[in-house]
């Protein structure tokens, strides 16, 4: 008859009729189903292991044999966990798998009636099965008496066969077949050969105890546990020190090195052979000897040369960075007519966000090469590149050499990640260290302190990244070529959206049908939830959106009302608003980018003084004292203006640091605003350099500046006019929405903004 009952999936756990168990449930799933089956299966479960390694097994890979358990006690503990105690009662066939409830496994099950046997063949099992078992409990001196007496008197097959499975020292694993057997011939057959290889088991470390016993000497418990370990790994065939010494020289002889090189790897393997096998030196020398014979010293990955392949392949993976693309060709072009040729040593720089690490995955997949990165952002030990030498305790090798290990390769990609990070102090100057490692008139030869033997970086391509390039040591910039990879407009991360990120998290998704979201929606999102240099935080926010469209079960087409659904925690408000006079707003090129921001003036009665406040560097700080003595001596403010006055100046977004003097021009706007009492345009910003004569001179980041305010809302920018050639890396879809004005002089922007003649 057929009947409905709770499941329990339990991996590795077995458990057989007649047998008891404690068992811990930490899940709430668990916990919940014994509670369903104390109100309504009698508190009864059943039982069922599932086979393979997956975490959530599918229904059709379940057993079709469990054992119905009766739950004798449950005990709530003090850290959450629920003590079960199971009794197997039977093995059931289960029919079909349910669905209880949402997280909850039904089964329908019914009793299982096996063909009863011949009695006479039933006999011969019988009396096989206990003649083994009893081999076996002269054999093992951990069999209880109460075990062979719960044996000896009973007669039923069945009973015998679970029984003897369940005090067998067997693991889960060999187990797991008898209790998925639901007939107990066959499980009897298995018995009895898995007693007899327990027996040959058991006899075997007799053996080894015989033999290591002849060898003992009371006063020698040492010697004892040597010789039996000796016995041990002679019977399981593991190698004597001589044969790990012959596998060295054999490796040795693989190997081709210089001369003095091999010599002195000849001299630590004759030095390790004789070594005594107590020395504590012994295993400090094996370590090494891992380490320098198995170094790919001849090893190089098959690299591919072919330009239009590599670039297709870059092309696939990564959108637009023409410059970096171009460079990798260049270099192939070159390999191709000389070998020998080598790598360039390229610094990509630019925000976090737009690829620098991703590229150089994708050069290095392109081009056939292992990758490896390492990085060193606030690394200020050198021997955390260069090793260790081998009498400290703990010596190990670099990074470098580590990455060469496991790349197995002499010619990977190694990634040298935020080199603008790193710091010198009195533990080293990492950076110079850097320099020995990446030029390639001295790398040929790197020499690091744990192997002690000069290895061939020539082969290795070596890529640094870098946010700032001001910030990239002095004694490294000359040797690098730097490749600045700028911020994206709103174009460029509308086309990444639609050919890159979007297929990714669809095919990560495993989704079938796709969103729909149009341009204009895309760019609705980009604007108002992404304002970033790069496409990381996109990509975060697209994926939001995915995951949450998938799960609502809603409609796949999104606008840009329903983005507000969908991502009503993500929306970044930027307001850029001026109501009051004394306040401009300004550009700066950071680490992370270009932004927006303002500056405020407050002027008030007080002692004369400057007051500059927010997250600011040096140079920016002497940028104010600069705009001030221009706007006094050409007059442009009076005595009176600030005579016993206190001016305080404050910059915005204290969470970014400031720095440099590309703020000069939005400083002295801000002063005049406020002794003018003029206000200034909401939708008007400024970025330039202000000199002691009123010259606005060029600055820096042009490219991130301009985006930051289109990306704000921003119409009217001023910019040098020695920044004008800087223009045509911006696309025209941009620069058509917005008024730039190229300015050479303050009088220009104070003519237009205050309506006034410098004298």
């Known amino acids: 008859m057929d009947y409905t009952i709770l499941v329990m999936l339990m991996k590795d756990l077995v458990i057989l009729p007649y047998q008891e168990i404690k068992i811990e449930l930490k899940d709430e799933i668990s916990k919940k189903i014994v509670k369903i089956a104390n109100k309504k299966f009698a508190n ?178 040492e010697y004892y546990l040597k010789e039996k370990l000796k016995e041990i790994e002679s019977v399981l065939g593991i190698k004597d020190e001589n044969e790990n010494v012959r596998v060295y020289y054999d490796r040795l002889n693989e190997l081709t090195l210089e001369k003095k090189t091999k010599e002195k790897l000849e001299g630590e393997i004759k030095k390790l052979e004789r070594m005594s096998t107590s020395s504590p030196e012994k295993a400090s020398l094996q370590s090494y000897l891992d380490w320098v014979l198995y170094l790919p010293w001849n090893i190089s990955s098959k690299e591919n040369l072919n330009a239009k392949k590599v670039m297709s392949s870059l092309n696939k993976s990564h959108y637009g960075l023409t410059k970096i693309k171009n460079r990798v060709i260049d270099y192939l072009n070159v390999k191709n007519l000389n070998n020998d040729i080598p790598s360039p040593i390229i610094c990509l720089v630019g925000p976090p966000g737009v690829g620098k690490t991703t590229i150089t995955k994708s050069i290095a997949s392109s081009l056939n090469r292992e990758f490896y990165k390492i990085s060193v952002g606030g690394l200020n030990d050198s021997t955390e590149l260069i090793g260790s030498r081998r009498t400290y305790l703990g010596a190990l090798p670099g990074k470098i050499i ?151 079960k809603s409609s796949y087409t999104i606008t840009t009302k329903s983005l507000s659904k969908y991502l009503e925690d993500l929306k970044e408000e930027v307001n850029i608003n001026i109501t009051y006079p004394g306040v401009v707003n300004a550009l700066a090129y950071t680490p992370l980018g270009g932004i927006t921001f303002k500056v405020e003036c407050s002027i008030y009665e007080g002692k004369e003084e400057i007051i500059v406040t927010g997250s600011l560097g040096d140079v920016l700080k002497e940028s104010v004292m600069v705009g001030l003595s ?65 010259d606005i001179l060029k600055v820096g980041g042009i490219k991130e500046k301009i985006i930051a305010a289109y990306n704000a809302g921003i119409k009217t920018i001023y910019i040098p006019l020695d920044n004008a050639s800087d223009l045509k890396e911006i696309p025209k879809k941009i620069l058509d929405k917005l008024e730039i004005k190229k300015v050479s002089k303050y009088s220009d922007i104070y003519k237009e903004i205050f309506k006034n003649n410098i004298a």
Not at 647 to 659: M, N, P
């Open 630 to 694: 221009y706007l006094k001596e050409n007059n442009l403010i009076s005595k009176d203006d600030v005579k016993d006055k206190t001016i305080h100046l404050h910059f915005l977004d204290a969470s970014t640091k400031k720095e440099g003097p590309s703020c000069g021009v939005s400083i002295i706007t801000a002063i005049l605003s406020k002794i003018k009492n003029v206000i200034i345009d909401s939708k008007t910003t400024f970025t330039g350099e202000i000199s002691l004569k009123g």
């Open 402 to 552: 580590e990455a060469l290990k496991k790349c197995n390769t002499n010619n990977p990609v190694i990634l040298i990640d935020e080199v603008d990070k790193m710091v010198k102090d009195f533990k080293g100057d990492p950076a110079s260290t850097l320099l020995d490692i990446l030029d390639s008139t001295q790398n040929k030869y790197f020499t690091d302190y744990y192997i002690e033997e000069p290895f061939d970086l020539s082969k290795v391509m070596f890529v640094l990244t870098a946010n700032e390039i001001s910030n990239i040591p002095y004694t490294l910039i000359d040797r690098l070529e730097v490749i600045e990879l700028s911020s994206y407009n709103v174009y460029e991360k509308l086309d990444i959206a639609k050919k890159y990120l979007l297929p990714s998290i669809y095919n990560e998704f495993n989704l079938t049908k796709k969103l729909v979201i149009k341009d204009d929606t895309l760019m609705y999102l980009i604007n108002n939830y992404t304002r970033e240099s790069g496409v990381r935080n996109l990509k975060r926010v697209l994926r939001t959106l995915v995951t949450k469209v998938v799960s609502s």
């Open 44 to 221: 009864r479960i059943l039982i069922v292991s599932p086979s393979g390694n997956e975490l959530e097994p599918s229904i059709e890979d379940l057993p079709k044999i469990g054992v119905v358990s009766l739950i004798k006690s449950k005990l709530e503990l003090s850290n959450g966990n629920l003590r079960l105690t199971l009794k197997g009662e039977k093995r059931v066939k289960i029919c079909e798998y349910t669905s209880y409830s949402d997280d909850i496994i039904s089964a329908s099950v019914m009793d299982i009636n096996l063909p009863k046997l011949e009695e006479n063949g039933k006999e011969v099992v019988k009396k096989k099965l206990k003649d083994t078992l009893n081999e076996y409990i002269d054999a093992s001196p951990n069999i209880t008496n109460s075990i062979v007496s719960m044996i000896k008197d009973n007669e039923d097959l069945d009973f015998l066969t679970d029984a003897i499975t369940t005090f067998l020292p067997l693991k889960p694993q060999k187990k797991m077949p008898y209790m998925v057997e639901a007939n107990y011939e066959k499980r009897a057959i298995n018995l009895i050969k898995d007693i007899k290889l327990e027996i040959k088991y058991l006899k075997l470390e007799e053996k080894i105890e015989n033999r290591v016993e002849m060898r003992l000497s009371k006063e020698q418990e």
